[in-house]
């Protein structure tokens, strides 16, 4: 099994006839993906690697089954096009736009819980089930079918740490980048549970950054609620006081949101905690060895 997307999950994409929609619409499409259409508002009609063009998310809905929406549209339209979804109720959105600004993010946040919907993003990369669909931007190509589910703040580091796992033999169930901004749809306590009742993940990895509390929140909640081993890496110990690092959450202030508060939390809750990626990779391995 995996989490949030199968073979069967469909797919539309907001901004798909713009330059980053339209190339991972082609690398989604050829990832095996269901892709049933697109949304680009005054388009509509209108066809788009191969898949219709609608004007509104309501009207895509209105003409196919919907699972899921992705999101690429400038941080300006950010707002709306994730607002469109939520009004048209779709179930899975994810937003991979960097810069949406923090105030456009409180609303769409609140919503997304009333309705009981689920929100990836923004700044992320998306999600995958290696086999199945990937839905963002993922790489394909490094992901194999596996037992480990992997949960992320980062980016990149997702992508470096899953080739390590794949380089050792380690598929993954499913690979979710949750985003690095300050405020996100869904946290690594949104994802745990889901993992965690998942019969074919067998163990979780989960990258984390400096910046806020949520990693050490997470682990709080791991050792009162996860009994599948965890393994967690933390992006950004070198990184000086002060100075955001990449991500807009990602800030060191005096004490709070350091790597070492993080580290130590995860340790304190079981959770090995590696040094470098290549040992993320070597501490799942041992312990399934």
Do not use: W
């Not at 508060?261 to 290549?278: E, L, R």
């Amino acid at each position: 099994m995996s989490i949030y997307i199968d073979n069967d999950t469909q797919v539309i994409v907001q901004g798909i006839t713009g330059r980053d929609g339209s190339f991972h619409t082609g690398q989604m499409l050829e990832y095996g993906t269901k892709i049933v259409g697109g949304v680009t508002p005054g388009k509509g009609g209108q066809t788009a690697n191969g898949v219709p063009v609608f004007n509104s998310v309501a009207e895509a809905k209105a003409a196919v089954r919907v699972d899921a929406t992705v999101i690429y549209v400038p941080a300006k339209f950010a707002k709306g096009a994730m607002q469109e979804a939520v009004d048209a109720e779709i179930p899975l959105i994810i937003c991979i736009t960097e810069g949406v600004p923090v105030n456009d993010m409180v609303g769409i946040y609140h919503q997304v819980r009333a309705k009981g919907l689920t929100l990836i993003g923004p700044n992320c990369p998306g999600l995958i089930s290696p086999g199945k669909s990937k839905i963002g931007i993922m790489p394909g190509s490094i992901c194999i079918p596996g037992k480990v589910g992997v949960i992320s703040r980062s980016g990149t580091l997702t992508y470096e740490i899953v080739h390590a796992l794949t380089g050792l033999g380690i598929g993954q169930s499913t690979c979710v980048g949750i985003g690095g901004d300050p405020i996100v749809g869904s946290n690594f306590r949104d994802v745990l549970p889901l993992f965690e009742n998942d019969p074919d993940t067998e163990a979780i990895v989960l990258v984390g950054e400096i910046g806020g509390d949520e990693e050490e929140k997470t682990a709080a909640y791991i050792k009162e609620n996860i009994r599948k081993p965890c393994f967690a890496y933390i992006v950004g110990a070198s990184a000086p006081e002060g100075k955001r690092m990449g991500h807009a959450g990602a800030i060191v202030s005096g004490n709070a949101g350091t790597a070492a508060s993080k580290q130590k939390a995860f340790a304190d809750a079981g959770v090995p905690v590696a040094k470098t990626i290549d040992e993320v990779a070597e501490n799942v391995a041992k312990a399934f060895g």
